[in-house]
Structure formats: structure tokens, C-alpha cells
């Protein structure tokens, strides 16, 4: 199947700073990548879709100045978590569509972020 | 929006015994439910999908049945395995490059 990396696996930043998380669809070109975040032992909510060349969709209680989204290639999406804190402690995953396998979708490995 | 529930939220099982897990959807349109095993800390991984034009689906131990009237759709595990222990959690979309909503999870426990 379709390839989707992400980086970093584990990320620790200090409160107030930013922290930046790549999505990569490898052998795959993307035009949607879709961005979720996992608290512990809880279901995968989605935070944004997140567009080619255009804006990012955001849910719902979602604040789009604070997770920032950036599609600017068929092969990377980036989210940036902006002033960060504790809260905002969790695993985020990406995932993409690759338009060929009946809407099958791929996940990254997903990325720990802890907020200290 | 599409609202996906699921339960049991937690299922013990004896090695060898059978596991179903159930779930519902809400959105009428959504033609596309696969289903997802996460072990900790991990990625989820796609174990089987079924599609609207399906009643049902089986690979191998697992299988899935979808009743598009009522809106419901299963798994179903066969001679489980301690290695089946994981989180599984069901999903619904309706397809192309639509979001996919997932149902809260269910934590399977097979005792051996």
C-alpha cells in the first residue's frame, strides 16, 4: 500500500514555543492530507483538512491561528503548533488519500508531542 | 455531520473465542467503512473495509458485515489470538476525498 511518514516520532518543547510536524506521502501525490489528534485512549479527532495550494478546513473549536497548516506541495502537508502548551500535549497523525485505492486511506506513524 | 458509534468500549476474551464489535453511523450518504487496529502508541492499521455495495467481507480471522438500512456494521474475529489484543475502532466516510469519522474504540483483550 501507499507510503505516509512522518516527523518527528517524538517531539518535547517548552512551553510558549512552536513545534513544526511533517506529513510525507512518499510514493504518492496528495492533494488532501488530513491532520487528527489523539488524547490517551481516546479516538482519533480530526483537526483540519488540509488542502493543496489552498486553506486548510478546520473543525470546529479547532483554532486555525494556533495550529497552523501548510500544504504547499503534492507531497507534504506541515503542521505547526503555535505557542505551545502542556494541553496541547498529544499524538497527532496525519494521514492521506491517494486517490487510486478507493478512498483507502494511510496513516503516518503519528508524532508524540509533550509540552513541558 | 457523521456521527459513528461503537461499544462495547472494552471486550475480554478468551484465546480462541470469537470478538464482535458493532457500530453505527448516521449519515446516509457515507458508502466507505474500514475498520482500524492501534496498538499503543502506534499508527492505526487498516485490517478490512467494506464498501456500501458489500453485505460482507471477509479476510481470513476477520470479517465485517454491513446493514446499510439500519445503518449498522460489525467485526467479527475468529479464533482470536493474544496477538489480537489491541484497540480497534470502526469508521465511516463517504468517500473520494471526504473526512473519515471514527467511532471511540473498543480495547480487545484476549486472555490466553
Known amino acids: 500500500g501507499a507510503v505516509v511518514s512522518q516527523h518527528p516520532s517524538w517531539v518535547i518543547c517548552k512551553s510558549g514555543t512552536s513545534v513544526k510536524i511533517e506529513c510525507r506521502s512518499l510514493d504518492f501525490q496528495a492533494t488532501t492530507m488530513f491532520w487528527y489528534r489523539q488524547f490517551p485512549k481516546q479516538s482519533l479527532m480530526l483537526m483540519a483538512t488540509s488542502n493543496e495550494g489552498s486553506k486548510a478546513t478546520y473543525e470546529q473549536g479547532v483554532e486555525k491561528d494556533k495550529f497552523l497548516i501548510n500544504h504547499a506541495s503534492l507531497t507534504l502537508s506541515t503542521l505547526t503548533v503555535t505557542s505551545a502548551h502542556p494541553e496541547d500535549s498529544s499524538f497527532y497523525i496525519c494521514s492521506a488519500d491517494d486517490g487510486i485505492s478507493g478512498n483507502t486511506i494511510y496513516f503516518g506513524e503519528g508524532s508524540w508531542l509533550t509540552v513541558v | 455531520g457523521e456521527n459513528v458509534e461503537q461499544h462495547p468500549s472494552t471486550l475480554s476474551v478468551q484465546e480462541g473465542d470469537s470478538a464482535v464489535i458493532k457500530c453505527t453511523y448516521s449519515d446516509s450518504a457515507s458508502n466507505y467503512f474500514p475498520w482500524y487496529k492501534q496498538e499503543l502508541g502506534k499508527r492505526p492499521q487498516l485490517i478490512i473495509d467494506?464498501?456500501?455495495?458489500?453485505g460482507e467481507k471477509k479476510d481470513q480471522r476477520i470479517a465485517v458485515t454491513l446493514n446499510k438500512t439500519a445503518k449498522h456494521f460489525s467485526l467479527h474475529i475468529t479464533e482470536t489470538q493474544p496477538e489480537d489484543s489491541a484497540v480497534y475502532f470502526c469508521a465511516a466516510s463517504s468517500g473520494g476525498y471526504q473526512k473519515v469519522t471514527f467511532g471511540i474504540g473498543t480495547k480487545l483483550q484476549v486472555i490466553p
Open positions: 467494506i464498501r456500501s455495495n458489500v
